[in-house]
């Protein structure tokens, strides 16, 4: 039986670390990257610079026997533990069986399913991450969109290094891209190998990953830049331009960035890696957020035409149109939702139904919601149906809407600056979201659903 050593302190020293490996029959794998921090006080100051508040939700990878969690769980609203080592979870189920607010979860944090974090929200990320899953765990949690708004980890330097790195930087590579994508890394502190047991042979270095400030870069699709770095890295001593699509034509997407068009990937900075992103995305509206001389019908409470106007018109006085909103389904019965980018005139950053979007003048409500679902999504091969209406109302922002479903399971493609990402959530989880945290959410979105909920069930 696992004695609970940790219950003799608040907080972990080296003598009741050690304790602890000894009681759960731990002897640290070489394999599985377990250096266990055994000094206090660098302990207490790497959860200071997280930050913690009353009212977060902590996620902690691989705690390992505690030496972090000890000081964050008095701090936070609720600390959910993901620990990889089967002996290790166990320990750590005992030794906060009677602190509700306190979750174990057995599991690699490389594929534990983040998605419940959206309802905790606000969340911060605490990792001593092995250097083998260090990349792996931090995609998992940290690619956009995500519920973290702030992380501290602790890796061997030369990870970080690998992070942190910038353009002529040996170092520099799809590592980097990928975490200065959506956030601004900062090194905050050297720790020596005697700060561990059993010590590594090289230094370790904590991380401070805050977000990258909103629209500090141009609306890009995530998905097609990474596909586009993982080709030009997979070889990165050659031209890039030989592992690039044939179109568009390269001596112009190298002229409009200023570089070479021997160029390798290297040698492209973040900015420039998203303006040839923009550059090869095939999408037509990738870069139309919305025009405010699109022409809609202007209808009464009965939803008859009464002239058309502007979007801008429309929306600057309230005038009562027509909208559609499309709920789309795959078939482990998730809804995908979509984040509204943050060009969006109305409700940006939020998320909203799967596709979403006004009627022109002259279209049926069938045809604008096929018509939506190509734009937004590029679906065209799929059967929806109509589950309802919302009358206008201030929450539907002064529309008439017709709410459909459709079942779908291929890969969609959206238009960057309209959406910032597409994610399928369990409709429980939706449910806990929206009563959680409807400001998540736009302002028809909760009504929709509900009718969606009524006809569909779970």
């Known amino acids: 039986m696992v004695q609970n050593s940790a219950r003799m302190s608040p907080h972990m020293n080296a003598t009741q670390i050690r304790q602890v490996l000894e009681d759960t029959g731990v002897n640290p794998s070489k394999s599985l990257g377990q250096n266990f921090l055994v000094d206090e006080n660098i302990a207490r100051w790497i959860v200071s610079q997280l930050e913690i508040e009353p009212t977060d939700c902590v996620v902690e990878v691989g705690p390992g026997t505690g030496a972090l969690t000890e000081h964050m769980a008095p701090l936070c609203r609720k600390l959910i533990l993901v620990e990889y080592d089967a002996r290790l979870a166990e320990y750590q189920k005992k030794r906060w069986a009677d602190t509700p607010h306190v979750e174990v979860h057995h599991a690699d944090g490389a594929s534990w399913d983040p998605r419940p974090l959206f309802a905790e929200q606000p969340v911060k990320f605490m990792g001593n991450l092995p250097y083998s899953a260090g990349g792996a765990i931090l995609a998992n949690f940290l690619t956009s969109p995500c519920a973290v708004s702030r992380a501290v980890v602790m890796l061997q330097k030369e990870f970080i290094d690998r992070i942190l790195a910038q353009p002529g930087d040996e170092a520099y590579g799809l590592l980097s891209l990928r975490i200065q994508m959506d956030w601004v890394p900062r090194a905050l502190k050297t720790v020596p190998p005697e700060a561990f047991n059993p010590r590594p042979k090289i230094d370790s270095t904590v991380m401070l990953l805050t977000p990258r400030a909103p629209q500090s870069l141009p609306p890009y699709d995530h998905r097609l830049m990474d596909e586009l770095m993982r080709r030009c890295f997979a070889q990165r001593r050659k ?8 179109t568009p034509d390269w001596s112009e997407v190298s002229a409009a960035l200023g570089i070479s068009p021997t160029a390798r990937p290297e040698e492209l900075g973040l900015e420039q890696w998203v303006r040839l992103t923009n550059a090869y995305d095939p999408h037509p509206l990738a870069a139309v957020a919305q025009k405010d001389d699109e022409l809609f019908d202007v209808v009464d409470e009965q939803d008859n035409v009464l002239r058309q106007a502007t979007r801008k018109e429309v929306h600057d006085n309230g005038l009562i149109h027509r909208a559609v909103h499309v709920l789309v389904f795959n078939k482990k019965h998730d809804c995908l ?15 909203d139904s799967s596709a979403a979007g006004h009627l022109d003048a002259g279209e049926d409500y069938d045809a604008a919601a096929r018509r939506e679902l190509e734009e937004e ?25 017709a709410l459909y479903a459709a079942l779908y399971n291929g890969r969609v493609h959206f238009p960057a600056a309209e959406i910032s990402g597409v994610v399928p959530f369990p409709a429980k989880l939706i449910d806990r979201w929206l009563a959680a945290r409807p400001q998540d959410f736009a302002n028809s979105f909760a009504a929709c659903w509900q009718i969606a909920r009524t006809m569909l069930g779970d």
Not at 240 to 246: A, I, R, S, Y
Not at 386 to 400: K, N, V, Y
Request: proline share 8%.
């Open 239 to 246: 031209q890039m331009h030989k592992q690039l699509p044939d």
């Open 337 to 351: 939702l979509q984040q509204r980018s943050l060009l969006k005139d109305r409700h940006p950053g939020v998320w």
């Open 377 to 401: 999504l590029g679906i065209t091969d799929t059967k929806i149906i109509r589950l309802g209406t919302l009358p206008p109302s201030e929450e539907t922002g002064m529309e008439h809407v």
